[in-house]
């Protein structure tokens, strides 16, 4: 379909859609209150950050958290009347960049951070790195076993067809790459209302 526009964005979330049905794993997830969005990569190099995810609740849900002497909260983002829990952001045109394996493993790395109880926190892992376990390496290989689980699971070859291509291709292909950039919303500091 050369001349028409690519929507990046409408595409991950097809896949991370299907992806979330079919694992276990991730079923947990809905995929209505994340938000996908992309950022521009400040250098076309294939490494660096491919992709983050942002969570908007802190640790076990809780709208406020406590740093230093003051309490904190962050800005709520609604899409119509649903809360948005987490916003998903791809680093563009890096993540195009990986190959079709470490594209569909850097989805998973994203998704798995995403707490079992989806509940707006980062699924905390038990140690002293509780992001990433001891091990990121480690991670990543659990990661890579979704990745062949999903694939033997025969997705619709359509959702999967663009991590074929790298950004300057997926370009020639569609003629551009679409997509949303949402802004990270930004922590607040609630003030201190008891009275002197």
């Known amino acids: ?10 595409a991950i979330r097809r896949l991370c859609d299907d992806l979330t049905i079919r694992l276990p794993e991730f079923r947990h997830i809905d995929m209505d209150q994340v938000a996908i969005g992309f950022a521009q ?10 992709a983050k995810l942002t969570p908007m609740r802190f640790e076990n849900g809780n709208l406020v958290t406590r740093r230093g ?3 904190w909260t962050i800005r709520r983002l609604f899409a119509g009347e649903q809360e948005i829990l987490y916003i998903l952001t791809f680093y563009l045109p890096r993540f ?8 569909l493993i850097t989805i998973c790395h994203e998704l798995y951070h995403i707490s079992a109880d989806f509940n707006g ?18 991670y990543d290989r659990q990661m890579g076993e979704f990745v062949d689980q999903y694939l033997k699971l025969n997705p619709p070859k359509e959702l999967c067809h663009f991590l074929n291509f790298n950004f ?3 370009e020639q292909e569609y003629g551009s790459v679409v997509g949303l950039k949402i802004p990270i919303p930004k922590m607040l500091r609630i003030p201190d209302l008891r009275t002197a």
């Open 121 to 138: 926190d980062i699924r905390r892992l038990g140690g002293r790195y509780h992001v990433h376990s001891h091990s990121q390496n480690e």
């Open 96 to 103: 195009q960049e990986q190959t079709f394996r470490e594209k």
């Open 69 to 71: 002497r003051h309490n």
């Open 168 to 170: 300057r291709q997926l």
């Open 1 to 10: 379909m050369k001349g028409a526009s690519f929507d990046f964005c409408h």
């Open 41 to 50: 990569a400040r250098r076309s190099v294939p490494y660096g950050l491919q």
